[in-house]
């Protein structure tokens, strides 16, 4: 059981036998309590270490000199047989008033903000009404009744005085504590109880003219003791006392009955005594409770006054937050719109983006009589703007391509920017011809040249067109206009290409295919076939060029079926290095052996891998075989996209020349695939790294006629004009390899000299021949096949 109980307990007990005890030793035990009671204040303090220890130190105080009263209370009493007034017990008791008054009022601290009147209305209206009562029921006999001598009216005066200041200071207390903790309860209680007592003691002095009160007022006095005691030991008064003190602006409806009541008193008791009392005592006893009743009104209107003052200043301040409200409102909904504008539009371009497509097409398709056309466009080589020339110029590209589009679109349309250099167009309401007019529009503006950073630029556009209607989705409808321009792109760019259903069914197919690439990637499902490059002069096989093969389930796929879904997927980077290192291991032997070099083909996208370099030159080593063994082919789009002119630096064409650079220092040739077939300039052939020139089966010489054989000298006197070695493509006959050596072509390769063969049985053909081939033998031809 905690202290404070113990304490109170005992307390409370002691309390309850104290008023029938005689006067010594009622005085014995209101001494016993009174130390107690200072002692509990104190060990409550050293025990909780509160944060204000001013006004339990100043209550202690006050109980000690309230038990020195005592002590010269019984001393005077047993000495003499009497009491004289005033008595050197008063110092002591008027001490412990005072010290306690003092405590209370240190009880709260004073807010500075607040004016100093205004901390004690409400405890002077509560302290005006106990006066109307005290002065009717315990001054007025006092003074004009009992007729004491001016010793003991002074000393009865002097406390009643007292009490009242306490009155005022314990309501002050109550009204305005900040912290409602036991401690504080125990305290106002213990306060009301001293002032009860008081009224106890001098209300039966003054209609008794005796001590007829001591009794009652003694256990008053001890439960107050009491009270105080069990409040220091209590935890809660660590935080009680020298908190600041709250204001109250709106008063609760309990204490507005209070105060109506007390505003009564005065009035109530002046006319109960003009009707009950003839004549009157005297004139002061109707004149003060009615002085106290103008009191009593006049506090009551400063409070009201303090009330219309925070009741005006709520109201301007509720003004201001309704306008600052207003106009946060306005503030909101103009942030609002600009966010929607921003989540809706493109910050570039100004445009429309992905999410207010999204939005119109939902709601066209809503409209389910109606059809609809889309388009989706990207700009050709807009990767190349940015790379040559750096970002700020392909956004002033952009911006001016937005512009553009803006002009032949119609009003009604949506235009977005999807991102990078992508846009849409959403056509309500139009029919096909509608759609594939603004899509030609599209391209013709387009291809007009843009100036970007005061440079001239020429770009084009692929166009993919849809014509859609509901049940279609948004979703459904974005993916094929995509196939569109995915079909319109792979035409060749510069192309307006409308949906078509084969599309979506082409599109699945590479998907499907894409994924058992990836499958046969790790499970090495594929396989290399060699087809030799053989010297006209002399039949030698100088070279054998590596042939990708895949059997997918069991079947053959043809090259041309999954190698452009390779590069669209990017897998063609790691089946391109597995086909080099294949390859190196696979000619070491004929290498060594017959002097013959490899040929493999490269893709532009594994030129444009970081590494490259690395790993073609770890596939030699790991082979060991050095770079001469080693001939790559380039197509010629590739190579003419590195070497067409002069390019800023750090641009993919520099990258790929210096890669080229590089393997070249090693020893590794390099050769122009399909020469011929792709552009017409051949300037490039003066700046880029090539050494071999691969005739396209085009220009390979059939029927003998003179247009034919004028390409095919043409393409060997360049080539040997520049010292580059040539090899003919597609050679199936005997007169196509005649008529190459009477036009001093070097090397040539085809199926009249070998099919493509695997490793194994080419092995067999080179071992047989001696590395000699000077034409496809019957069994080599059944061989092959």
């Known amino acids: 059981m905690a202290a404070w109980r ?4 005992l307390g409370l007990g002691a309390v309850a036998v104290g008023g029938f005890l005689p006067v010594m030793a009622r005085q014995g035990l209101y001494t016993l309590v009174g130390v107690a009671a200072a002692v509990a204040v104190s060990a409550g303090v050293r025990r909780h270490r509160p944060a204000e220890r001013r006004s339990w130190n100043l209550f202690a105080a006050a109980l000690w000199c309230s038990v020195g009263a005592a002590a010269l209370y019984a001393f005077q009493l047993v000495l003499m047989g009497r009491l004289t007034f005033p008595a050197w017990k008063d110092v002591p008791f008027l001490a412990s008033y005072l010290l306690m008054a003092l405590g209370t009022l240190g009880w709260v601290r004073p807010d500075p903000a607040r004016p100093r009147a205004e901390r004690f209305i409400d405890s ?3 302290a ?42 314990t309501a002050r207390m109550i009204f305005t504590a900040a912290v409602r903790s036991p401690a504080h309860t125990l305290v106002s209680l213990a306060l009301a109880t001293v002032i009860t007592g008081d009224v106890v003691y001098y209300t039966a002095v ?10 009652l007022s003694t256990v008053l006095y001890l439960c107050a003791y009491t009270l105080i005691g069990t409040a220091a030991l209590h935890p809660s008064m660590a935080g009680a006392a020298g908190r600041p003190e709250r204001s109250q602006h709106v008063i609760p409806r309990h204490r507005v009955h209070v105060y109506s009541v007390l505003a009564l008193v005065g009035p109530a008791v002046a006319i109960t005594m003009l009707l009950a009392a003839r004549p009157l005592p005297s004139r002061w006893w109707v004149i003060v409770p009615l002085a106290t009743s103008v009191v009593t009104s006049v506090l009551l209107i400063a409070r009201l006054s303090q009330l219309v003052r925070f009741a005006n200043r709520r109201v301007l301040e509720l003004d201001a937050h309704a306008v600052a409200l207003g106009e946060a409102l306005r503030e909101q909904d103009t942030l609002r719109q600009q966010l929607t504008h921003r989540a809706l539009h493109d910050a570039l371009t100004g445009l429309g983006n992905r999410a207010l497509l999204q939005e119109r097409l939902e709601h066209a398709l809503t409209r389910t009589s109606a059809a609809h056309g889309l388009l989706l466009l990207d700009l050709d080589g807009f990767k190349d703007v940015n790379d040559s020339y750096g970002h700020p110029a392909g956004d002033a590209l952009l911006i001016e391509v937005a512009v553009r589009l803006v002009g032949v679109v119609r009003v009604s349309d949506t235009l977005v920017r999807l991102g990078g250099d992508e846009f849409a167009v959403l056509m ?50 974005l993916r094929n206009a995509d196939l569109a321009l995915y079909a319109a792109k792979a035409a060749g760019k510069n192309q307006l290409a409308a949906y078509e259903e084969r599309l979506a069914s082409e599109r699945s197919e590479h998907l499907r295919i894409a994924a058992d690439l990836r499958r046969a990637i790790a499970a090495e499902e594929f396989a290399v076939n060699y087809q030799p490059v053989v010297d006209l002069a002399t039949g030698r096989v100088t070279a ?43 000619v070491r032997t004929w290498y060594e052996r017959f002097g013959i070099a490899v040929t493999v083909n490269v893709s532009g996208r594994q030129l444009r891998e970081a590494g490259f370099a690395q790993t073609v030159i770890g596939a030699l080593r790991d082979a060991g075989l050095p770079g001469a063994a080693l001939i790559m082919e380039i197509t010629e789009t590739v190579l003419v996209s590195a070497g067409s002119g002069p390019h800023p630096a750090g641009s993919g064409a520099d990258d790929v020349t210096a890669l080229l650079t590089r393997l070249r220092a090693e020893g590794v040739r390099v050769a122009v695939d399909d020469f011929g077939t792709g552009y017409s300039s051949l300037a490039y052939l003066r700046h880029l790294p090539v050494d071999i020139l691969k005739i396209d089966r085009a220009f390979t010489p059939g029927g003998g006629m003179a247009e034919e054989l004028a390409f095919t000298r043409a393409i060997v006197e360049l080539g040997n004009s520049l010292r580059l070695s040539s090899i003919a493509e597609a050679v199936e006959t005997p007169e196509q390899a005649e008529r190459l050596r009477q036009l001093d072509c070097p090397q040539a390769q085809g199926f009249h000299f070998s099919r493509p063969l695997p490793a194994a049985d080419l092995d067999e053909v080179l071992t047989a021949s001696g590395g000699v081939l000077r034409g496809a033998t019957p069994s080599a031809a059944a061989g092959a096949a």
């Open 544 to 586: 054998v060029e590596a042939l990708l093969r895949w059997n997918r389930d069991g079947v053959a796929v043809p090259p041309l079926d999954f190698i452009p879904v390779a590069e669209q997927y990017g897998l063609i980077v790691p089946i391109g290095t597995w086909v080099l290192r294949r390859a190196c291991r696979d």
């Open 428 to 477: 309500e309401d139009a029919d096909a011809e509608q759609v594939a007019a603004a899509g030609r529009r599209i391209i013709d503006e387009l291809g007009r040249p843009v100036t970007a950073h005061e440079r001239e630029l020429t770009v084009t556009a692929s166009v993919g067109s849809l014509l859609f209607a509901a049940p279609t989705t948004p979703s459904e409808a």
């Open 128 to 169: 005006s009404g106990v006066a109307a009562l005290s002065w009717t029921f315990v001054v007025h006999p006092l003074v004009f009744e009992r007729r004491l001598d001016a010793g003991h009216l002074a000393s009865h005066l002097t406390y009643i005085t007292i009490d009242l200041i306490l009155v005022v200071l």
């Open 124 to 126: 002077g209206i509560v």
């Open 6 to 9: 113990w304490y109170a307990a």
């Open 206 to 215: 003054a209609w008794t003219g005796g001590t007829s009160g001591d009794s």
